[in-house]
């Protein structure tokens, strides 16, 4: 009862995607979607860049709706946490989940995301999709001549930054670090700083994200003055890094410094018989569509790998 052709670890886009591309080719699918289950699409409000809604879409209901989609062509869902996975395709892989069971399978599909790192300013988790963003591209329309911070030094606050000034009628980019010791790249500083809505402040830090139910401004303190200040403000986009969530692989397959899954080939891993697709193999693009689009890669390659 608890063999299956593949599991896929993940229940987000690209885990759904898969689940619903290998199940449609009549592969015996499992899909151990996590808890909570569904990505980072959950806590996202309107999705308006993924193609075919051109009305836009909730993201917690596009995620219902490819999970329904999935379970029509099979694939059986368990909403709990992969603690280990062992042995290998030759001799079938030996996947636990947290609740203690058990499965076995000749392949798997790791689709287990990333997840943006948190500030962990009072606030923050409040004001989580009422003006806390973790993405730009996603959320950055919603913020038309409104006036936003976004928090960070790196290449991602800087590329925030840029792209929110489309829309947003003033952005403040918090950085806790003086400007020689800034990680973004001299380009994209550069860039940054020619724009005229972006104004940079350096040695700062936020202290809390204040508002009753939507953002309404940022208590930020200097470190070099060691005063408080207060900006007024409508949304406040984290961007001080990704994590992949990939701790619980151990070293069973290989990643890169930062914990993405390394691809060996398409959408092979360093160890036969696993694929890997979306966010947890990708520091670059990490959006929904990118997402699905290699979630049926990694489904198609694991196919032909069955096939044969
Ligand atoms: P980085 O790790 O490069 O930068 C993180 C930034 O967040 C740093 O300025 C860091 O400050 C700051 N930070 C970390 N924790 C906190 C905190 N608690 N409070 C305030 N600030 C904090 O991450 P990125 O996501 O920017 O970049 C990751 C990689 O992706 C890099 O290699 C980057 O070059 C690449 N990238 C490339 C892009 C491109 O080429 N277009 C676009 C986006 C990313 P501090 O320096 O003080 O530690």
Redesign the pocket.
């Known amino acids: 009862m608890n063999n299956y052709d593949v599991i896929v670890i993940g229940g987000g886009v690209s885990g759904l995607t898969s689940s619903i591309y290998t199940s449609r080719s009549f592969l015996k699918t499992l899909n151990i979607a996590g808890f909570p289950a569904g990505g980072q699409l959950m806590w996202t409000t309107e999705v308006e860049n993924f193609p075919g809604f051109p009305e836009g879409i909730m993201g917690p209901e596009l995620i219902e709706n490819m999970r329904k989609q999935a379970e029509k062509f099979g694939t059986t869902f368990l909403d709990e946490n992969v603690t280990s996975i062992s042995g290998s395709h030759e001799t079938g892989f030996l996947v636990k989940s947290e609740g203690g069971s058990e499965f076995t399978s000749k392949s798997i599909i790791i689709a287990v995301g990333s997840s943006p ?1 948190k ?1 962990g300013a009072p606030g923050e988790d409040n004001l989580s999709a009422r003006g806390v963003s973790y993405c730009a591209v996603c959320d950055g329309a919603f913020f038309k001549e409104k006036a936003v911070a976004v ?7 800087m ?1 925030e930054a840029n792209y929110l000034s489309k829309y947003a009628s003033e952005v403040h980019v918090l ?3 003086t400007e020689d ?3 973004a ?1 001299a380009i994209m500083i550069e860039r940054t700083k020619k724009n005229p809505k972006v104004k940079f402040h350096f040695n700062t ?1 936020i202290k809390e994200i204040a508002g009753e139910n939507k953002v309404e401004k940022v208590i930020v303190t200097n470190s070099e003055t060691n005063t408080d200040s207060e900006i007024v403000l409508q949304g406040v986009f984290v ?4 994590k992949p969530n990939t701790d619980f692989l151990g070293n069973l397959i290989e990643k890169d410094s930062a914990g993405y899954i390394k691809v060996t080939n398409n959408t092979n891993t360093s160890l036969h018989g696993v694929f890997v697709c979306g966010d947890s193999a990708d ?1 670059r693009y990490r959006q929904a569509i990118t997402a699905a689009g290699t979630g049926a890669m990694a489904a198609i390659d694991c196919e032909k790998l069955l096939s044969h």
């Open positions: 790192k500030l928090v960070g030094g790196g290449d991602s606050a590329e950085v806790r670090g010791n800034m990680r790249s830090q961007a001080i890094g990704w520091p």
